[in-house]
């Protein structure tokens, strides 16, 4: 049997999937040199929405991390996650281009990228400016239930997709929603209908069928998954690599993934998980009611977070039920960003202040009029469209074109025309004050190596607030360390006893 590749999806996927961006870049380095080591045929590194999140959040430099990471993976290709156009927010194109410019000079030549509604007519302009600027592009062809997802959309948008003659197709389930049966239909008719584009195999863990899905592809004919690497897999993320390297080898296929060398990888992101109270991807159980709301799994809990904040925490299934509603009443679009946050803050002001569309958000009107996908515009539902779009606000929407300023217009708004390219770019992701904050933090902290085991379990038992003294022995080599009492000077060494 034929070999199956694995794209790896930790760092991006699994990290924004499962951790929402707060695994710190120290971590991250600590662990690609031996990912890179492992025989992936690619790994998904950087995104540019990981940049408003590293400055504001972290208070760390988001260029660190792609120059030393990219320096330090020499042997496994990188990959950019998203385009010039496309995300939950508009940028300016030359800021959006110059962010791809900026991962090109890093190495990076490889990127995954996705309209939300799979319209590839206006999807190519996007796609042949990554090609300009040196990137091969990956496009995605996003999975949906709906009576409008059927065989023969598949098979014409599969047909639209390869016609832009892309790098690879990726096949796409972000919500989990395929079953192995459906995967035994639709497979084949991608497959059928892309010519001579290779394709890949994307799936979410969302309802814990993933795992199967991928077996069933690759019998058809698929060679590319993704996976991840636990604790950054399972949940919301990708299938686990040493859960399907395992599986494919005991059915025949040549794995060339090597998983004695990601266990150490694994242990690091397990006590990264622990010491940071991050949440550990584990396999999901099968949820029926996926297939109604299809909303993603990362949303319900922000559904749940919007809910708790008005005492009405309890209204989590009657919003999930109005998400549904809503999806159906504005034409089925994929829930995928952007769209799936537009339908779900629309669902909470309805279920909080319960009244449909008594308040509808910015997004909801920009729906309405296309501003986010023609599709929406001419799939809306009319008598909802005319409830959306029949209020004052809707009024100052009409006709809005989206500004496209140059980089030299962008750093006269931003009142500095000397910035480096790398500063701008942090300004209109992350914003001025972020952008302060993050020049007076400082170094970030550093997770020390795995070779220096001793070190790092000295650190951490001196932390330790239930322990004055910890004492360590082994033969010809003894250490004291502990506290005085009534001190805020914290834990002191006494040092060796012998050496």
Same mark, same amino acid.
């Given at each position: 049997?034929?070999?199956?590749?694995?794209?790896?999806?930790?760092?991006?996927?699994?990290?924004?999937?499962?951790?929402? /961006?707060?695994?710190?870049?120290?971590?991250?380095?600590? *662990?690609?040199?031996?990912?890179?080591?492992?025989?992936?045929?690619?790994?998904?590194?950087?995104?540019?929405?990981?940049?408003?999140? +590293?400055?504001?959040? &972290?208070?760390?430099?988001?260029?660190?991390?792609?120059?030393?990471?990219?320096?330090?993976?020499?042997?496994?290709?990188?990959?950019?996650?998203?385009?010039?156009?496309?995300?939950?927010?508009?940028?300016?194109?030359?800021?959006?281009?110059?962010?791809?410019? &900026?991962?090109?000079?890093?190495?990076?030549?490889?990127?995954?990228? #996705?309209?939300?509604?799979?319209?590839?007519?206006?999807?190519?302009?996007?796609?042949?400016?990554?090609?300009?600027?040196?990137?091969?592009?990956?496009?995605?062809?996003?999975?949906?239930?709906?009576?409008?997802?059927?065989?023969?959309?598949? *098979?014409?948008?599969?047909?639209?997709?390869?016609?832009?003659?892309?790098?690879?197709?990726?096949?796409?389930?972000?919500?989990?929603?395929?079953?192995?049966?459906?995967?035994?239909?639709?497979?084949?008719?991608?497959?059928?209908?892309?010519?001579?584009?290779?394709?890949?195999?994307?799936?979410?863990?969302?309802?814990?069928? *993933?795992?199967?899905? +991928?077996?069933? *592809?690759?019998?058809?004919?698929?060679?590319?998954? &993704?996976?991840?690497?636990?604790?950054?897999?399972?949940?919301?993320?990708?299938?686990?690599?040493?859960?399907?390297?395992?599986?494919?080898?005991?059915?025949?296929?040549?794995?060339?993934?090597?998983?004695?060398?990601?266990?150490?990888?694994?242990?690091? /992101?397990?006590?990264?998980?622990?010491?940071?109270?991050?949440?550990?991807?584990?396999?999901?159980?099968? !949820?029926?009611?996926?297939?109604? &709301?299809?909303?993603?799994?990362?949303?319900?809990?922000? /559904?749940?977070?919007?809910?708790?904040?008005?005492?009405?925490? !309890?209204?989590?299934?009657?919003?999930?039920?109005?998400?549904?509603?809503?999806?159906?009443?504005?034409?089925?679009?994929?829930?995928?960003?952007?769209?799936?946050? /537009?339908?779900?803050?629309?669902?909470?002001?309805?279920?909080?202040?319960?009244?449909?569309?008594?308040?509808?958000?910015?997004? #909801?009107?920009?729906?309405?009029?296309?501003?986010?996908?023609?599709?929406?515009?001419?799939?809306?539902?009319?008598?909802?469209?005319?409830?959306?779009?029949?209020?004052?606000?809707?009024?100052?929407?009409?006709?809005?074109?989206?500004?496209?300023?140059?980089?030299?217009?962008?750093?006269?708004?931003?009142?500095?025309?000397?910035?480096?390219?790398?500063?701008?770019?942090?300004?209109?992701?992350?914003?001025?004050?972020?952008?302060?904050?993050?020049?007076?933090?400082?170094?970030?902290?550093?997770?020390?190596?795995?070779?220096?085991?001793?070190?790092?379990?000295?650190?951490?038992?001196?932390?330790?607030?239930?322990?004055?003294?910890?004492?360590?022995?082994?033969?010809?080599?003894?250490?004291?360390?502990?506290?005085?009492?009534?001190?805020?000077?914290?834990?002191?060494?006494?040092?060796?006893?012998?050496?």
């Amino acid at each position: 049997m034929s070999d199956v590749k694995f794209v790896d999806t930790t760092l991006r996927d699994g990290n924004q999937s499962l951790w929402a /961006f707060n695994m710190k870049t120290a971590a991250m380095l600590e *662990a690609i040199e031996r990912m890179d080591q492992a025989g992936f045929e690619s790994m998904e590194f950087f995104s540019a929405t990981m940049i408003k999140k +590293y400055v504001r959040e &972290h208070k760390e430099d988001p260029w660190h991390w792609l120059r030393e990471g990219a320096r330090r993976a020499r042997n496994t290709p990188l990959r950019l996650h998203g385009g010039v156009k496309g995300g939950l927010e508009k940028k300016p194109t030359a800021v959006a281009r110059l962010v791809v410019q &900026h991962v090109v000079d890093s190495g990076i030549r490889l990127t995954r990228t #996705s309209n939300p509604w799979n319209d590839y007519t206006v999807f190519k302009d996007d796609v042949d400016e990554l090609g300009r600027l040196g990137v091969d592009a990956v496009v995605n062809l996003i999975y949906s239930e709906s009576p409008r997802h059927t065989d023969e959309y598949y *098979a014409r948008k599969t047909r639209e997709a390869a016609a832009m003659k892309p790098y690879r197709i990726c096949f796409k389930d972000v919500g989990g929603l395929l079953t192995p049966e459906r995967t035994r239909t639709l497979v084949p008719i991608v497959l059928d209908n892309v010519g001579d584009t290779p394709v890949e195999f994307h799936a979410h863990c969302n309802n814990g069928l *993933a795992p199967l899905n +991928y077996i069933e *592809a690759i019998k058809l004919g698929m060679t590319t998954i &993704h996976t991840g690497v636990p604790p950054l897999a399972n949940g919301s993320a990708q299938p686990s690599v040493f859960n399907m390297a395992q599986n494919l080898r005991t059915l025949g296929y040549k794995v060339p993934v090597d998983e004695e060398v990601l266990k150490p990888v694994q242990e690091h /992101f397990t006590f990264v998980a622990k010491r940071d109270r991050l949440p550990m991807g584990a396999p999901a159980a099968f !949820d029926q009611s996926v297939y109604a &709301h299809q909303v993603p799994g990362g949303m319900i809990s922000n /559904f749940v977070h919007q809910l708790r904040l008005v005492g009405m925490e !309890d209204k989590l299934p009657a919003a999930l039920e109005e998400a549904a509603r809503i999806r159906a009443e504005w034409g089925y679009p994929i829930m995928v960003t952007p769209l799936s946050q /537009f339908v779900g803050t629309q669902a909470a002001f309805n279920i909080i202040l319960g009244e449909r569309y008594k308040q509808v958000s910015d997004q #909801s009107i920009q729906y309405a009029l296309g501003i986010w996908g023609r599709e929406g515009a001419e799939l809306m539902d009319p008598d909802v469209k005319d409830r959306i779009l029949g209020r004052p606000r809707a009024k100052a929407w009409e006709g809005w074109e989206q500004p496209d300023p140059s980089l030299k217009e962008v750093r006269t708004q931003l009142g500095n025309s000397s910035i480096s390219d790398e500063e701008l770019i942090l300004r209109v992701f992350a914003g001025d004050e972020a952008v302060e904050e993050l020049q007076n933090a400082g170094r970030p902290r550093e997770y020390l190596s795995a070779s220096q085991p001793l070190v790092r379990l000295i650190n951490e038992l001196t932390k330790q607030q239930e322990y004055t003294q910890v004492y360590i022995r082994k033969p010809g080599f003894s250490l004291a360390l502990g506290k005085e009492p009534d001190t805020a000077e914290g834990p002191r060494t006494n040092g060796p006893e012998n050496n």
